[in-house]
């Protein structure tokens, strides 16, 4: 069965500081890797995704995220903050379960770019 | 290219009402997806369909929840009798693969009194 597991359910940084939130997963096959972003009142918004193909995966708005295989991790981070950056964002894998294509989320973490 | 819409994004009902949740798939999105997130927890997958056809309904959590996919078009999630906790917020995502990103919807607030 798949996991998803993000360390720190709020981050806080500078505008202009590198953001790092971090995800861990548990699958038992190679997995499909996800983030996702909410902005206040709106949903989720993909941010990229990891597909067994490169192992750094480049999304918007500048995040980038790297799959590690040897420490089941798939952090993502920006070299940069902004104050748009702050919103919660979720760590997914996607599910196999009988060949369907549900996603596993972590809990979220919340992120605050103060100036 | 319109997204994923759901109406309304919220409802507030009493304890033993019963509320219908809808969500309009991308066009041309065979598959559609309903997910909820309660307080302070996971979002959790409910159920997976794909055209008209129930394929995962795994993740729906009694039979009070009863979803529905007219025509292979927009779907409803219905919850009759709402208990409390059935509060939270609940997503619709839409896929034109099963092998494809999933776009999500803004989400319907669900508030239980």
């Known amino acids: 069965a798949q996991s998803v597991t993000q360390l720190g359910s709020h981050v806080s940084v500078s505008e202009g500081a590198l953001v790092l939130l971090r995800c861990n997963y548990s699958s038992s096959v190679p997995p499909y890797l996800f983030w996702y972003v909410q902005y206040p009142n709106q949903g989720l918004q993909l941010l990229l995704k990891?597909?067994?193909?490169?192992?750094l995966v480049k999304g918007i708005n500048g995040f980038e995220a790297e799959f590690k295989k040897s420490e089941t991790s798939f952090h993502l981070t920006k070299p940069s903050a902004h104050m748009s950056d702050a919103a919660e964002y979720f760590c997914?894998?996607?599910?196999?379960?009988?060949?369907?294509?549900?996603?596993?989320f972590g809990a979220g973490t919340r992120l605050a770019v103060h100036p | 290219e319109a997204g994923v819409t759901q109406f309304p994004s919220h409802s507030v009902i009493e304890k033993g009402q019963t509320v219908t949740l809808r969500c309009d798939p991308i066009?041309?999105?065979?598959?559609l997806y309903w997910y909820r997130r309660v307080m302070g927890k996971e979002i959790k997958f409910l159920l997976h369909f794909v055209k008209e056809s129930k394929q995962d309904e795994s993740g729906m959590p009694n039979n009070r929840f009863l979803a529905e996919r007219t025509g292979g078009t927009y779907s409803t999630l219905k919850v009759q009798p709402a208990e409390l906790e059935d509060s939270g917020v609940y997503f619709c995502?839409?896929?034109?693969?099963?092998?494809?990103?999933?776009?999500f919807g803004d989400g319907t607030r669900l508030s239980i009194l």
């Open positions: 990891y597909t067994s193909a490169a192992t």
């Open positions: 066009s041309g999105h065979d598959n």
């Open positions: 995502a839409s896929s034109l693969g099963p092998n494809q990103p999933q776009h």
């Open positions: 997914a894998v996607r599910a196999f379960t009988g060949g369907y294509n549900k996603l596993i």
